[in-house]
């Protein structure tokens, strides 16, 4: 049963990986249906629907470390599992600092775009629970799988040695996480001081003013900590590059759909801020939403 579900999920058996790599990767969709149910299950059973948001950063970590437990001799992968955490940590912290994580791990802050989905007509009563099964647990949880399988790519070709390529994917994971850290304390700071935690110190002023983020990285792009998380893990994809000589091969599949969901992401987020705030519609003219331009107008660059 488990192998003809991997089927449609994964493929391993179409995609030539050796039996050992193929043996991880039978743990890994394991501990994938593990999650999907328990998530599932404890989300419609609180109906806090931040399960997900919990593991995000954790899963990428457990995957990593199946991996090395069976190829620890690998430096390639040695240095992917040393990527994966430092990334994961930092983001956990951040999702703890914003009361995401309670000693009951059913509870926590839940994310508030959450409940203004669960208002949308379409997705009221079942049809919401629906919605979680398919798309909060199987496919959020799916893509997380998705995007860490240069992992498996790289314990396929344990024989081939570091080279230029492993050293410049590092060099732009360091980068992204650094302004994806960066970015969260702006974003941090400025929500402590919009809800009076803590005293203003005038770093922040416009945007305390209008009631949105707009200044730090928020000056440049409207979303620059979502950018950095994507350009992570498009960052990753390059190991499994670097290991197999492939530049294009399958596992860009996990690249792409995290890239697809940042733009619908982005795009609900928006849409809320800008009901909420009269002159976001005005920021969103002019300061592009991912990538910096030198040349702006008072049109949307995006």
């Not at 090395?68 to 930092?90: D, E, K, Q």
């Not at 590059?241 to 492939?246: D, Q, Y």
Request: hydrophobic share 50%.
């Amino acid at each position: 049963m488990i192998r003809l579900l991997q089927i449609p999920v994964m493929g391993w058996k179409f995609l030539q990986l050796s039996e050992s790599v193929e043996n991880v990767a039978n743990i890994w969709f394991k501990i994938l249906l593990f999650t999907i149910i328990f998530t599932f299950i404890i989300s419609e059973l609180t109906k806090n629907y931040s399960q997900v948001d919990k593991i995000w950063s954790i899963l990428p970590i457990v995957y990593s470390f199946v991996i090395l437990v069976n190829f620890s001799t690998s430096a390639r992968i040695v240095l992917m599992t040393t990527l994966v955490t430092v990334w994961g940590i930092r983001l956990s912290y951040n999702f703890y600092r914003k009361g995401g994580y309670n000693m009951l791990i059913w509870k926590g802050e839940e994310d508030y775009r959450w409940s203004i989905l669960r208002q949308q007509p379409l997705l009221k009563g079942i049809r919401f629970s629906i919605f979680n099964l398919l798309f909060i647990s199987v496919y959020q949880l799916a893509l997380i799988t998705f995007f860490c399988t240069p992992l498996l790519l790289a314990a396929n070709y344990t024989d081939v040695p570091l080279n230029i390529l492993d050293y410049i994917a590092s060099l732009f994971m360091l980068v992204f996480i650094s302004i994806e850290t960066l970015s969260d304390n702006q974003l941090y700071s400025f929500h402590q001081q919009k809800q009076k935690k803590i005293p203003q110190s005038g770093q922040f002023s416009v945007s305390l003013e209008k009631g949105f983020m707009q200044e730090g990285f928020w000056k440049y792009v409207r979303h620059p900590n979502f950018i950095s998380e994507q350009l992570i893990w498009v960052s990753f994809y390059f190991f499994g590059v670097a290991a197999s000589g492939e530049w294009l091969n399958w596992t860009v599949g996990g690249a792409i759909l995290l890239v697809l969901l940042f733009q619908g992401s982005a795009a609900f987020t928006e849409s809320i801020s800008s009901k909420k705030y009269p002159e976001y519609i005005q920021y969103k003219a002019v300061v592009p939403k991912f990538f910096p331009f030198v040349f702006r107008s008072d049109k949307a660059k995006d």
